[in-house]
């Protein structure tokens, strides 16, 4: 599914070179669930970068899908990004004063072809995270956590074989936190590949491989830890009344 | 298509913007309105031009009885034009279709009853409607016979027939026209201004033989009217004229003519400079305020690709190549110059018809301000857009997404 053969990565010229990625060589099968995980600092970023098709590897090879992507231009690359990845980052990244809706079927704007049922598409994407009756609102009427699940379901409208996220839980509370790793946990049940990168281990346990990023190498613990439940999780949590109300005033949509 | 959803996303990101996409149109629409009033006031001037060129006859030459270089008064002391010359004219030029022979005199007194008014007698031939393509609408003109026998008839213009009969109709009536009686024979249709300017309506025809023998006893002409087949003639019909002239009054360098030849280019010369120094004005106030303006839009929407880095990573991430984003930078820009543009079009149409109200510059409302405020205006937005359009573009996006 995925592969990344001896992948490198230097900054700098000449005499001063730092090596951010050294010989990074893994794989993940379809539908995996990998964490990556790596204190800040051990090039966790960059290899995200890498694995998004956003940078440049200095060599090395990456097969994504069974296609050799940096042997690419960068219109190819771009589309690959459209097809065939769908991003989950930390700071959610939604268009301010568009609707929850146009927010997830921005990918679809540089598809290759616009789906005649785009938003039929989007309204489902959103029913399925749990947003039906958010449709219409914009980002700052939402909470972290409806942001972050409007940015899920943006990642799945273009249906990519791969979901990359990006410290997905890392900017929201631990429950709000966990109903996100719940829905990644359903959707590689449903057989999506997921590659999530986190610093935090409790949240790379919810991963059925966990690899190490360490000085820009990477090791596979493959898999020895327990793996976690969110859902499970989520329903040992004390009940809150409604847990998922921003505190700021919401507007009529 | 995709080109329309990219079109969709620039439109709803300026939305987001409004003040900033106020400023940018401002300059456009101050330039375009300046232009749509300048264009305007072209239209007119080029359409009295057109009007002066129909009345004088695009096929018409004059020839002037007196030298000099202003177009003609009558001056009755110059007898050197003679119908010998006329003749002459008609028979050795190439392409003339008619020639119409006249004696003019200015300010001649005219009284019927006890009305008086002064008119400009113009005495021709018989064949002075065609000459003139100016017909009469009432009565008759005088013929042949009239001509040969020197009868005191007259055909009137409208503005004596109003004059002098008040609403009573003139056709058989007897006028004295320098303390001799004439019969009208005729009233000629209104003819308005005549191409140096001057009122056409207050002419008496008479016949040139009349007017030649009987009242003036003169053997000099005023003018010639000379009629070409075609319109493509006359510029080399009236060098022909003028070397023949020059020939018959045996005139040698560096003699000047006796005799001026006066085509439609002359008529249409007059007056051309009129309303020019505003023209320049308002032409300087378009091309500075639409240099400003794309100045402005360049530096507005180069702060607007920094302020949404991020906004064009995350397009970038979600599959935007590098040409989605060009041109989506590049349709913010022409929209709001086009929007700019078509604002400062509706000003301007409308500041031309106050103008046009108010002031001596005649306006005319007209298809090329529209068709020039759209290229204008396009022009800016994709110039001045380019570089930022280009910078967005070139936004690597790990960089962006930071």
């Known amino acids: 599914m995925l592969k990344l053969v001896e992948i490198t990565k230097s900054y700098g010229t000449g005499a001063v070179q730092t090596s951010v990625l050294r010989d990074v060589t893994f794989k993940a099968e379809k539908g995996e669930f990998v964490a990556i995980m790596g204190a800040s600092g051990t090039g966790k970023t960059t290899l995200m970068n890498i694995l998004g098709c956003l940078d440049l590897p200095t060599s090395g090879k990456y097969f994504l899908d069974g296609v050799d992507v940096f042997s690419n231009n960068d219109n190819a690359i ?47 994407g959103l029913r399925a995270v749990g947003l039906a009756d958010r449709i219409l609102y914009q980002p700052n009427q939402l909470s972290g956590g409806q942001q ?16 990359l996220a990006d410290e997905p839980t890392g900017n929201l509370d631990r429950r709000s936190g966990l109903e996100i790793m719940a829905i990644l946990q359903k959707l590689n049940r449903e057989g999506r590949t997921v590659v999530l990168i986190t610093h935090d281990r409790d949240i790379a346990e919810h991963a059925n491989r966990i690899l190490i990023l360490r000085d820009g190498r990477i090791f596979d613990e493959a898999s020895s830890h327990t793996v976690r439940d969110a859902q499970t999780e989520l329903d040992a949590l004390p009940a809150v009344a409604a847990p998922d109300e921003p505190s700021v005033k919401r507007g009529n949509s | ?72 008064g009558v001056d ?16 050795q030029i190439r392409g003339v279709t008619l020639i119409c022979p006249m004696v003019i005199r ?33 009565g008759d003109f005088f013929d042949e016979q009239d001509y040969s026998s020197m009868a005191r008839v007259a055909v009137i213009g409208q503005t004596i027939a109003r004059t002098l009969f ?12 320098a303390n001799a009686n004439f019969k009208v024979k005729g009233i000629l249709s209104p003819k308005g201004t005549a191409p140096a300017g001057g009122d056409m309506d207050d002419r008496i025809i008479v016949p040139l033989t009349t007017a030649m023998r009987r009242m003036f006893n003169v053997t000099s002409l005023s003018s010639v009217r000379i009629r070409m087949s075609n319109p493509k003639q006359v510029q080399q019909a009236a060098a022909e004229i003028r070397a023949l002239m020059r020939e018959r009054h045996q005139i040698q360098p560096p003699d000047l003519d006796d005799f001026r030849v006066i085509t439609p280019d002359v008529i249409a010369g007059i007056g051309e400079m009129i309303s020019s120094t505003l023209n320049k004005v308002l032409l300087a106030v378009t ?47 022409v ?62 996006p790990v960089e962006a997404l930071r």
Request: proline share 4%.
């Open chain 2, 166 to 177: 008040q609403g009573t109709n003139p056709v058989g009536e007897t006028i004295r026209i």
């Open chain 1, 148 to 163: 972050q699940r409007v940015a899920l379901a943006r990642a799945l409208v273009t249906n990519p074989a791969l979901i």
């Open chain 2, 335 to 396: 929209a709001l110059t086009s929007m700019g543009g078509l604002i400062g079009l509706v000003l301007g149409i409308i500041s031309a018809v106050v103008v046009g109200k108010a002031s001596a510059n005649a306006t005319m409302l007209s298809w090329e301000p529209l068709a020039l405020a759209i290229a204008l205006s396009l022009i800016v937005g994709l110039f001045f857009g380019l570089a930022p359009a280009r910078r967005a573009s070139n936004m690597p």
């Open chain 2, 76 to 91: 009755p002391s110059v007898v050197t034009l003679t119908l010998e010359d006329a003749k002459a004219v008609e028979s």
């Open chain 1, 78 to 124: 771009s589309a690959i990004r459209n097809q065939k990845i769908g991003f989950v980052f930390q700071q959610f990244h939604l268009l301010e004063r568009a609707s929850a809706l146009d927010n997830v079927l921005l990918p679809l704007i540089y598809a290759e072809k616009y789906p005649t049922d785009a938003v039929e598409r989007g309204t489902n």
């Open chain 2, 1 to 72: 298509m995709r080109t329309l959803r990219l079109m969709r996303q620039s439109i709803i990101a300026l939305g987001r913007y409004p003040m900033r996409s106020f400023l940018v149109m401002l300059g456009v629409i101050v330039g375009i309105a300046a232009l749509t009033v300048v264009v305007s006031m072209a239209k007119a001037t080029n359409r009295k031009v057109m009007k002066r060129i129909n009345n004088f006859g695009p096929t018409t030459i004059m020839l002037f009885a007196g030298g000099g270089k202003n177009l003609p």
């Open chain 2, 287 to 333: 091309a500075l305020s639409l240099i400003v303006s794309g100045i402005v839009l360049m530096n507005l929407m180069l702060l607007s690709v920094s302020d949404r880095r991020r906004e064009i990573g995350l397009r970038r991430a979600l599959g935007g190549r590098r040409r989605d984003i060009l041109l989506q930078f590049l349709f913010e820009s």
């Open chain 2, 106 to 138: 200015m300010r001649v007194p005219v009284i019927y009853r006890d009305q008086s008014t002064e008119a400009t007698l113009q005495a021709g031939e018989v064949n002075f409607q065609e000459a003139w393509d100016w017909y009469i609408t009432d």
